[in-house]
């Protein structure tokens, strides 16, 4: 499945076999990647998980969300210089922890 939220943010999420399987992928594209119609995304997340760990990728779904609408989230993701500071971007953020 798919989910442009916004024309800057895309989270793609996939539900796979197995147990306890979760993993949630960071991408950033400077240029945008054209993603639905008249989206050209910038900031992926890329959400994997097995069936059972449903409630794990709906808590992501909404920190990410509740991340992605701070204000200044598409600057600070726009000039973040490498990996630890995408990181830092999300891990930092002022959320509501569940």
Not at 17 to 29: E, H, N, T
Not at 49 to 68: E, F, P, T
């Amino acid at each position: 499945g798919s989910c442009v939220i916004t024309p800057f943010v895309a989270i793609p999420h996939i539900i796979v076999d197995g147990k306890q399987v979760f993993k949630i992928l960071l991408v950033r594209s400077r240029e945008g990647i054209t993603f639905e119609e008249d989206s050209s995304v910038k900031a992926f997340f890329v959400i994997v998980g097995s069936q059972d760990m449903r409630n794990m990728h709906l808590k992501a779904l909404a920190a990410i969300a509740h991340i992605v609408q701070n204000p200044e989230f598409e600057r600070r993701w726009t000039i973040a210089r490498n990996e630890a500071q995408l990181k830092d971007i999300l891990l930092l953020a002022e959320r509501i922890r569940m």
